[in-house]
C-alpha cells in the first residue's frame, strides 16, 4: 500500500474554497485515490475517490495530475460544518483482500 | 437502507476482562472490517471478513480475534484487556467485486481500567 503524505492541519475561513494535497510517490499503476472525512466520535465517510485527471461529485472535486504522484481534495465554499479530519488513502480496492491504510489526516478548522 | 450498526456503542471493562462487540453491515454487504482508532496511532486497520472467512489481517496481537455468521454480522473479541485497548472500535462493510466505497459504523468506545 502506498504511503501518503498532506498537511497535519489547515485553516479556513467560511465561504473559501479549501484544496487539501496529498502526496503518493509510490502509487502503483492499480491503485485508486480515494478521501474520506471523519468528524469527531463519529467513523469515516467516503468523500470521493478517482483514478486519473478530475472527478466531481455534489461534495467534492478530487484533481489528479497526469503522473499520479499527488492529488488535491478540492471544498468549494467550506462551512463550519466542514471542520474535520480529512483521509487521503490510496490502494488496489479492487476485488481482492481489502485493507484501508490511514495516515494521520489533515485537520480543517473554518473559522466564521 | 440502514447503516452500520455497532453495539454497544460505549463499554467500561477492567485489565484482564474480556470484550466482545457487535457488527451489523448494511443490507447486502459481505464484507466487514474492524479498526481501532486511538490519539496517538490513529486508525489502524484489525481484520476483514467475507463470507464468514478472514482475508487479511493487521499488525495486532492474538488477542484480538473476530468471526462473522453466515448472515455478515460480524464480533471482535478482545482477551485479557490491556489498558492500552482503550479505543474507538470501528467496523466498516462494503460489497465486494469493484464497489470500493466502505461504510463506517459510529463505533464502540471500549474504556479499560
Known amino acids: 500500500l502506498a504511503k501518503t503524505t498532506q498537511p497535519i492541519s489547515m485553516d479556513s475561513y467560511e465561504g473559501q474554497e479549501v484544496n487539501i494535497t496529498c502526496s503518493h510517490n509510490?502509487?502503483?499503476?492499480?491503485?485508486?485515490i480515494t478521501w474520506y472525512q471523519q468528524f469527531p466520535s463519529q467513523g469515516p465517510r467516503f468523500i470521493i475517490q478517482?483514478?486519473?485527471t478530475k472527478v466531481t461529485n455534489e461534495v467534492a472535486s478530487l484533481f489528479i495530475p497526469a503522473d499520479r504522484k499527488s492529488s488535491t481534495l478540492s471544498l468549494p465554499r467550506v462551512s463550519l460544518s466542514d471542520t474535520a479530519v480529512y483521509y487521503c488513502?490510496?490502494?488496489?480496492f479492487g476485488a481482492g483482500s481489502y485493507q484501508l491504510t490511514f495516515g494521520k489526516g489533515t485537520k480543517l478548522s473554518v473559522i466564521p | 437502507k440502514a447503516g452500520v450498526t455497532q453495539t454497544p456503542r460505549y463499554l467500561i471493562k477492567t485489565r484482564g476482562q474480556q470484550v466482545t462487540l457487535s457488527c451489523s453491515p448494511i443490507?447486502?454487504?459481505?464484507?466487514v472490517s474492524w479498526y481501532q482508532q486511538t490519539p496517538g496511532q490513529g486508525l489502524q486497520f484489525l481484520f476483514e471478513?467475507?463470507?464468514?472467512?478472514?482475508?487479511n489481517k493487521g499488525n495486532f496481537p492474538g488477542r484480538f480475534s473476530g468471526r462473522q455468521f453466515s448472515n455478515s454480522r460480524s464480533e471482535m473479541n478482545v482477551s485479557t484487556l490491556e489498558l492500552g485497548d482503550s479505543a474507538l472500535y470501528l467496523c466498516?462493510?462494503?460489497?465486494?467485486?469493484?464497489?470500493?466505497?466502505?461504510?463506517f459504523g459510529p463505533g464502540t468506545r471500549l474504556t479499560v481500567l
Open positions: 478517482g483514478y486519473k
Open positions: 509510490n502509487i502503483a499503476t492499480n491503485d485508486y
Open positions: 466498516a462493510s462494503r460489497t465486494r467485486g469493484g464497489d470500493n466505497e466502505q461504510f
Open positions: 443490507s447486502g454487504h459481505r464484507s
Open positions: 471478513y467475507f463470507s464468514e472467512t478472514q482475508r
Open positions: 488513502l490510496v490502494g488496489d
